[in-house]
């Protein structure tokens, strides 16, 4: 093979892969990178499965390399939770009827093969784990311990029908990188703050040259407090869907918590109030969240309301026997007023429109820093009769759901907006000594603003979107005018999408009609321009980044960009593998037609 002569600038690396997510998405996507493959083992006969699958797997001889295989057409026909069918596919095979409640063993044997190792890296913000590190120690898990394993493992516990405590899947994933070799592939604790086009240059002399990047992967290492950049062929988005959590307008978002982890500490606190009358916890929403919140503040003895609409599908679903601890709020939450269930207190259909600090307000037993956790004086509307009701708390805690935060992607990758001296290329000797003076001089100002701006840029625009969010999140029908000389709520018409995004109210006052343009979230952190619907920004739940459901690549995005995972709306661990080989299996079929 020949060998490559084209050197890089000393801070730029070039890798093949480039996977921005350290989660479960990132570590199966590198476990297969690292040159694990996927083959089948022989079908056993008594196995119940799905009776087109058994008859295109029999057709296929036993150790077949899924590298090797139409996955697409395997995948013809199934159905399950995940409206990805390769993702289905791998699910089948790693856990045949496990939605029967069958404990079969996988159909699929894993070998190792260093030719079909990829030379990757994998970015993360924190450990090895994601957001799983992130969730408090009374939390447990939706998914049995058997549905929570990586390949190659089987369980990520010995009793694989049991639901896991989430630092025990934090835990997990710590181990999974050291148990699979993985470490070096690695890296934490850092930021990713832009993923662009790299400039074309000269045809590549080799398959591993560095001319044959695609995309500059630029950001900055909390850990050496300096910058980074890659250069790579191929970009793996594998980052999650709960980093930008919904909230209330920033008038009122600094007064409440957005994070299980930060209303457990708050209830700690509040637990060791030394009065008679135990404080009162406001909870906003009606997913698993918010019904984890509620839990958590009945445990501690505290007096929960709970301002919620419809109670969320993924709660009216769960089975009593199995998840009586969501179930018993669920139940709650339906009774409504009359249920007369001890420290709850229900308010459905209610929104907040005001929060007010009790003057005078102390507690011995709190930080002066906690504002969040004083006494607040919470006026909520209900939005069937108009009415108004006041409540004083000591904490609010506002889960009503999160998006993933996408803005170190470029929208448009136009080359022609790209600053081509700050850009990395492929250079050679001759080409590196005559500017290298000058690239000293101008790289660690560069780099270092290039993070700054993202970051404060990501905190602006963030803000600015949170009085969208509210109208989502909380039920708004209050569609009230922002503009100060207008104050009419009735017969207001909403402009736009469901996510409020480019929203316009228009105000049908008596004496004039105007419009009043509200600011649109940022297009950068909510990935307008990827999803399904590409007007609307991405969520995992109702509008996914919009792939190829063979490959995994992005439809609305260069060549060489895929995605896995919540991104793609597989929200469940036991479909993970599946985006993984699907994209990783394309990697491979065009690197062999490039060969060739």
């Given at each position: 093979m020949k060998t490559c002569q084209h050197t890089l600038s000393d801070d730029v690396v070039y890798k093949e892969v480039v996977v921005i997510g350290n989660g479960p998405s990132g570590m199966v996507t590198s476990f297969m990178l690292a040159g694990n493959v996927p083959h089948l083992k022989q079908?056993?006969?008594?196995?119940?499965?799905?009776?087109?699958?058994?008859?295109?797997?029999?057709?296929?001889?036993?150790?077949?390399?899924?590298?090797?295989?139409?996955?697409?057409?395997?995948?013809?026909?199934l159905e399950g939770r995940s409206q990805n069918p390769i993702p289905l596919l791998v699910d089948n095979l790693l856990r045949p009827c496990a939605d029967l409640g069958i404990q079969a063993d996988s159909l699929i044997e894993w070998k190792y093969d260093v030719e079909k190792q990829i030379d990757h890296v994998v970015l993360g913000r924190g450990p090895p784990g994601g957001a799983w590190h992130?969730?408090?120690?009374?939390?447990?898990?939706?998914?049995?311990?058997?549905?929570?394993?990586?390949?190659?493992?089987?369980?990520?516990?010995?009793?694989?029908?049991?639901?896991?405590?989430?630092?025990?899947?934090?835990?997990?994933?710590?181990?999974?990188?050291?148990?699979?070799?993985?470490?070096?592939?690695?890296?934490?604790?850092?930021?990713?703050?832009?993923?662009?086009?790299?400039?074309?240059?000269?045809?590549?002399?080799?398959?591993?040259?560095?001319?044959?990047?695609?995309?500059?992967?630029?950001?900055?290492?909390?850990?050496?407090?300096?910058?980074?950049?890659?250069?790579?062929?191929?970009?793996?988005l594998a980052a999650g869907a709960g980093d930008r959590p919904n909230?209330?307008?920033?008038?009122?978002?600094?007064?409440?918590?957005?994070?299980?982890?930060?209303?457990?500490?708050?209830?700690?606190?509040?637990?060791?109030?030394?009065?008679?009358?135990?404080?009162s916890v406001l909870v906003v929403g009606s997913g698993?969240?918010?019904?984890?919140?509620?839990?958590?503040?009945?445990?501690?003895?505290?007096?929960?309301?709970?301002?919620?609409?419809?109670?969320?599908?993924?709660?009216?679903?769960?089975s009593p026997q199995a998840y009586p601890d969501y179930c018993h709020v669920y139940k709650m939450m339906i009774d409504g007023p009359t249920g007369n269930y001890q420290n709850y207190t229900p308010y459905p259909e209610h929104m907040i429109v005001e929060i007010t600090p009790v003057p005078g307000s102390k507690d011995t037993h709190i930080n002066e820093k906690e504002t969040s956790l004083r006494l607040k004086r919470v006026k909520l509307l209900n939005l069937i009769t108009n009415e108004t009701v006041e409540i004083t708390v000591c904490l609010i805690a506002v889960l009503i759901g999160s998006k993933p935060d996408l803005f170190f992607l470029q929208t448009n990758f136009n080359i022609n907006?790209?600053?081509?001296?700050?850009?990395?290329?492929?250079?050679?000797?001759?080409?590196?000594?005559?500017?290298?003076?000058?690239?000293?001089?101008?790289?660690?100002?560069?780099?270092?603003?290039?993070?700054?701006?993202?970051?404060?840029?990501?905190?602006?625009?963030?803000?600015?979107?949170?009085?969208?969010?509210?109208?989502?999140?909380?039920?708004?029908?209050?569609?009230?005018?922002i503009v100060p000389d207008c104050n009419k709520r009735n017969g207001i018409t909403k402009i736009g999408s469901s996510d409020n995004v480019g929203l316009l109210e228009k105000c049908e006052c008596e004496e004039k009609s105007n419009v009043c343009q509200c600011q649109p979230t940022n297009p950068y952190s909510s990935g307008i321009g990827f999803g399904i619907d590409p007007k609307k920004p991405v969520d995992g739940r109702s509008n996914p980044i919009a792939i190829d459901k063979s490959t995994h690549e992005l439809l609305n995005a260069p060549k060489g960009m895929y995605a896995l995972g919540p991104l793609t709306a597989d929200?469940?661990?036991?479909?993970?593998?599946?985006?993984?080989l699907a994209l990783v299996a394309h990697i491979h079929k065009e690197s062999k037609m490039t060969a060739e």
């Open positions: 079908l056993p006969e008594d196995l119940p499965i799905d009776e087109m699958l058994r008859a295109r797997l029999s057709n296929l001889p036993p150790g077949q390399s899924l590298y090797e295989t139409d996955l697409i057409e395997l995948a013809e026909g992130t969730f408090p120690a009374g939390v447990r898990t939706l998914s049995p311990a058997g549905w929570l394993a990586l390949p190659p493992h089987s369980s990520a516990s010995s009793a694989p029908t049991a639901r896991l405590p989430a630092r025990a899947v934090a835990a997990y994933c710590r181990r999974y990188v050291h148990a699979c070799g993985l470490q070096r592939f690695f890296r934490s604790g850092v930021i990713v703050s832009s993923v662009t086009l790299a400039p074309r240059g000269p045809p590549p002399c080799a398959p591993a040259c560095p001319r044959n990047a695609l995309f500059c992967v630029s950001g900055y290492d909390k850990t050496e407090c300096r910058p980074f950049r890659y250069v790579c062929r191929r970009v793996v909230s209330l307008p920033p008038h009122l978002a600094a007064k409440s918590l957005h994070s299980l982890a930060a209303v457990q500490r708050g209830l700690q606190l509040l637990a060791r109030h030394p009065g008679n009358k135990p404080p698993v969240s918010a019904a984890d919140a509620v839990r958590l503040a009945r445990s501690a003895a505290l007096d929960v309301r709970h301002v919620h609409r419809t109670p969320a599908d993924a709660l009216a679903r769960l907006n790209m600053d081509i001296k700050n850009c990395i290329k492929c250079i050679d000797e001759d080409e590196k000594r005559k500017i290298e003076d000058e690239n000293q001089r101008q790289c660690f100002l560069k780099n270092h603003w290039h993070y700054i701006k993202a970051v404060l840029g990501q905190s602006i625009q963030s803000c600015k979107s949170r009085y969208l969010n509210y109208t989502e999140i909380n039920g708004n029908t209050n569609t009230k005018c929200n469940f661990i036991r479909f993970i593998p599946g985006g993984a």
